[in-house]
């Protein structure tokens, strides 16, 4: 075949003409050949099956019959006409009937000759009828490459009023595919072919677009599906490996004194295993000529802040200063407090620095920074203003990635001569299928275990009415010295309303919570932040008991006392968000609650976020739930990856295809990075296409 050939202007196509053209190029974004050749049917229908007209059945379904037309007659109707055929086999009667297009149908009807039909039979008046009916000539349809499996491609309204029916679609593709001569290009390797034993091209394309049966068509969608995920897989991989190779970290050699003594002297507890196991892979990161570009995943309480200080502590044993950017100024604050104490123990330099930072303090941290006094810096933002210049910054943690963007993240490397040693926390898990999509290019280390001795949260649903109960249960709870968390929803659409909501509930809780017997802080996006760190602190310090608050406090705070979190109106929050919400609580010895408070009215997938809250605590399975249910467009960072524009593979479905795609990537570019071998050839040559097209597609076949 001719190599330009599927770059053909879809116009050159026997049956498109201009206006076609534009209809494709415009609702399908079909330019070339090759954009309908990669235009995946959506579905299959079976028409494996003939039926008979007395066999049919009052439900609505699609069937396949042949028979004859033995009459036609147009009825006149209140509003406007319709064409009525007679429609006969061996065995009945039936009609067939259109409201569209009918002067061309009539005139183009054979009578009393063989037709396949195909349509929904509906059950009318006594008798059965077909509107539009899809219809082929006997004959026709005994020649034509239409297979049992028929395809259902995807189409526009736009599209189908204006005639390109499927239909017509399924003639472009056989026009199509009788011009290619089936000489499709093989893109997958052969020793990927033959161990996976997946169709060749050819025959995956073919059996796509005209399955000759279902076990071909399921063996098509693999391979395709394979294909697809493998060349994104091994896109992410080759940009981790030439960052890897092309991008020169700071080397910390050496694990020195701070590490040391900290370990052996000032860490509180004994690690997890999953801690440790983190460690070392951040110090084997740091300790090569690369740049460490991770992330790490570990669910609410599960320790990352100790591994954070710890693969600080590497950097400043090899002379070098580092950061920790939190995205709110609370944060900040509670993670400066907590490393505040062990940096003093070691004898260790350390400012915060936010967006409250006086004038005379600001300066002074600046000042402290560009000599290299100061060795660690905790902030927010504030931390990426031109003014904030390092000596010699050689590792930055953030944390709560999702709050960040990448463009903030590029921001930090651009402080230094070389690039830091980036670290990346977040507590909001994501399934493992997505992050090897979303960060497929960033290196993943995970903490999967919460420190021992934990006792897990008791999570139950109460409804509203059963308010006064709930109150009596977390009197019980005061009394035996706890601290609890009544968060409110706040959404920006409904804003207004919200507060309203917060502030009525405030009002009922410190009635019914009166002081001074109790005292009671509230916590809102609205307040000073000077007033929102006073009311924090109070409650921090155990002078409150009761926390009312908007959302503001879903990241981060930690507060070991608190033990007990009621959620108000728990139906409209999202199933991450509520997950964590209930991180907040469970920090200390005491068992701990979550309570979910709703109204009786809940719609299914309300119901699934609060039946799955009750059910685990595993973030994990929480985030794979939630996948399920708000599909990969609502999740963080998908937009930008692109795994919502996937023609064939789904990324919820074909999990287990993606692993198998991303380990055959992997081991592709370990036994040959440059893809130099000849057996490589059809994947070095399709991955070179790859800058040149957007679409994957554009560049596989
Ligand atoms: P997160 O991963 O949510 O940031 P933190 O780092 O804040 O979690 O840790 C939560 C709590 O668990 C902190 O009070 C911390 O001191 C404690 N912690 C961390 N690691 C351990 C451990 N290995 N053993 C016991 N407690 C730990
Ligand atoms: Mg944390």
């Not at 067939?96 to 039909?117: A, C, H, M, S, T």
């Not at 897990?456 to 109960?469: C, G, M």
Request: net charge positive.
């Amino acid at each position: 075949m001719n190599p330009n050939f599927l770059q053909t202007p879809i116009e050159f196509l026997k049956g498109v003409g201009p206006n076609r053209a534009d209809l494709l190029k415009k609702e399908l974004g079909i330019h070339t050949f090759q954009d309908l050749i990669n235009l995946f049917p959506n579905r299959y229908l079976d028409r494996t099956r003939y039926y008979k007209i007395a066999e049919l059945q009052k439900t609505n379904a699609e069937v396949q019959i042949i028979g004859k037309i033995t009459h036609i007659k147009t009825v006149e109707q209140k509003r406007g006409k319709r064409l009525v055929a007679t429609f006969t086999d061996e065995t009945g009667t039936m009609e067939l009937v259109w409201f569209r297009g009918q002067k061309w149908i009539r005139e183009n009807l054979k009578l009393n000759e063989p037709y396949v039909i195909f349509g929904r039979a509906n059950w009318f008046n006594d008798h059965f009828s077909m509107p539009h009916p899809e219809m082929e000539l006997v004959k026709e349809h005994e020649k034509s490459l239409r297979s049992a499996m028929q395809p259902v491609y995807p189409s526009t309204e736009k599209l189908s009023t204006r005639g390109i029916t499927n239909r017509v679609v399924n003639k472009l593709m056989q026009q199509l595919f009788s011009e290619a001569q089936n000489a499709f290009v093989e893109s997958l390797s052969k020793p990927i072919l033959d161990s996976l034993k997946l169709l060749p091209k050819n025959e995956a394309l073919f059996n796509i677009h005209f399955p000759k049966n279902a076990s071909l068509l399921a063996r098509a969608q693999y391979r395709l599906k394979f294909e697809e995920l493998f060349y994104i897989q091994l896109q992410l991989l080759r940009k981790n490996l030439i960052h890897k190779t092309k991008i020169k970290g700071y080397l910390f050699s050496e694990v020195g004194d701070y590490f040391n003594s900290f370990f052996k002297s000032y860490l509180p507890f004994n690690l997890t295993d999953a801690q440790k196991r983190v460690i070392k892979e951040i110090r084997k990161d740091v300790g090569s000529q690369a740049q460490m570009n991770r992330l790490l995943q570990g669910d609410v309480g599960s320790g990352k802040t100790v591994v954070a200080f710890m693969s600080m502590l590497i950097g400043l044993d090899n002379g070098y200063q580092a950061c920790l950017m939190a995205p709110t100024e609370i944060l900040s604050v509670q993670h400066y407090n907590s490393l505040f104490k062990w940096c003093n123990n070691l004898n260790i330099s350390i400012s915060l620095l936010t967006g409250s930072t006086s004038t005379s303090n600001r300066r002074k941290i600046h000042e402290n920074l560009e000599n290299g006094s100061l060795q660690v810096l905790i902030g927010t933002h504030a931390l990426l203003e031109d003014k904030v210049k390092f000596n010699n910054l050689g590792i930055a943690i953030i944390d709560e990635q999702h709050r960040f963007g990448v463009a903030q993240r590029s921001k930090l490397w651009h402080k230094n001569e070389r690039p830091p040693h980036i670290l990346v926390m977040t507590a909001t898990p994501i399934p493992r299928t997505l992050a090897m999509s979303v960060y497929g290019d960033l290196d993943i280390s995970i903490i999967d275990e919460l420190p021992p001795g934990r006792k897990s949260i008791k999570t139950v649903h109460r409804f509203d009415a059963n308010r006064l109960k709930v109150f009596r249960f977390l009197k019980d709870e005061i009394s035996k010295g706890r601290q609890v968390y009544i968060v409110y929803p706040l959404i920006q659409e409904s804003e207004a309303l919200d507060y309203k909501d917060l502030m009525d509930g405030y009002e009922s809780i410190v009635r019914e919570f009166p002081m001074p017997e109790y005292q009671v802080s509230i916590v809102h996006g609205k307040m000073k932040s000077a007033d929102k760190d006073y009311e924090m602190n109070r409650f921090v310090k155990g002078e409150t008991q009761i926390m009312v608050a908007t959302t503001v406090i879903e990241v981060g705070v930690d507060v070991p006392n608190a033990s007990v979190m009621v959620i108000e109106s728990a139906e409209r929050f999202g199933l991450s968000q509520l997950h964590q919400l209930r991180g907040r609580v469970g920090r200390g010895a005491e068992q701990s609650y979550c309570i979910l408070m709703t109204g009786h009215k809940l719609s299914h997938d309300a119901r699934t976020r609060l039946e799955t809250m009750v059910r685990t605590n595993d973030g994990f399975e929480i985030a794979e739930t939630d996948l399920k249910l708000r599909g990969p467009g609502d999740i963080m960072g998908t937009q930008q990856s692109g795994v919502l524009n996937l023609r064939i593979a789904d990324i919820i479905k074909d999990g287990e295809i993606l692993k198998i795609a991303r380990s055959y990537a992997f081991q592709t570019l370990r036994d040959d990075p440059n893809l130099e071998k000849t057996e490589n050839n059809p994947i070095k040559f399709t991955y070179a296409q790859l800058a040149k097209y957007r679409n994957i597609w554009n560049y596989i076949s």
